[in-house]
């Protein structure tokens, strides 16, 4: 069974310092893996799609790894504002579902 | 916009009763699932869709049911069985079923047991 993990479980920076987020999961036999930003009582927003071919993936801010024959992952934000403030979740594809972290509760200090 | 949209976005149920939770997609998936997410844990597949007219028990599908007669439609209903049915429910969608395509998921529905 996968088993997905995310370090910490809280965090919280002063505004501009970049972040730095952990998952790792067990299973290295993955079809991809999706970060996602919720807000508080919100769905669930995509961020990033790596698929298992490649090693990172880049959208402006936002940059993630992708290291699958040690099962990790590292979600990149560089010089965080407040708005980055949410709960970032990351996913790993198997078979026929999304296996899930319990995610890390962002904080961005003014 | 495509996308998928829940409803409501509160629910209250009574002892006893039962609830249907509605998920509509306009982004022509063939897959479709239902998450449950409890506070300070992953969410966790309750059921999923790969195509119309069939679905498949996740991990926790006990005192939950589901039903797929159009492509676009994928409502769950919570049964008096689901003995802690309080929680937050999400809908999602991917291209195809089983491929890692990217999921997109719904706004959610807050669900209470009064």
């Known amino acids: 069974k996968q088993e997905v993990t995310q370090i910490p479980a809280a965090l919280s920076v002063p505004e501009g310092e970049n972040l730095v987020l952990n998952c790792s999961f067990t299973d290295s036999a993955i079809y991809n893996l999706q970060w996602f930003r919720q807000d508080p009582g919100k769905g669930l927003t995509s961020l990033l799609l790596?698929?298992?071919?490649?090693r990172e993936q880049t959208s402006g801010r936002l940059n993630a790894s992708l290291d699958k024959s040690s099962g990790r992952s590292t979600l990149y934000i560089a010089a965080s504002q407040p708005g980055d403030s949410a709960t970032y979740l990351c996913a790993v594809s198997g078979d026929y579902k999304l296996s899930f972290g319990a995610g890390t509760t962002v904080t961005v200090r003014a | 916009d495509g996308g998928i949209t829940q409803s409501p976005k509160y629910l209250f149920r009574k002892e006893g009763q039962n609830v249907t939770l509605s998920c509509e997609q306009n982004?022509?998936?063939?897959?479709m699932y239902w998450y449950r997410q409890d506070p300070g844990q992953g969410l966790r597949l309750i059921y999923y869709?790969?195509?119309?007219?069939?679905?498949q028990k996740g991990d926790i599908a006990e005192g939950y049911s589901v039903s797929r007669e159009k492509k676009e439609s994928f409502p769950l209903t919570v049964t008096s069985a689901q003995k802690n049915p309080t929680a937050f429910y999400l809908c999602a969608s991917t291209r195809t079923g089983g491929s890692g395509t990217e999921a997109f998921f719904g706004q959610g529905t807050r669900l209470t047991v009064v």
């Open positions: 790596i698929q298992s071919s490649q």
């Open positions: 869709s790969q195509i119309v007219n069939d679905f």
């Open positions: 982004l022509n998936h063939d897959a």
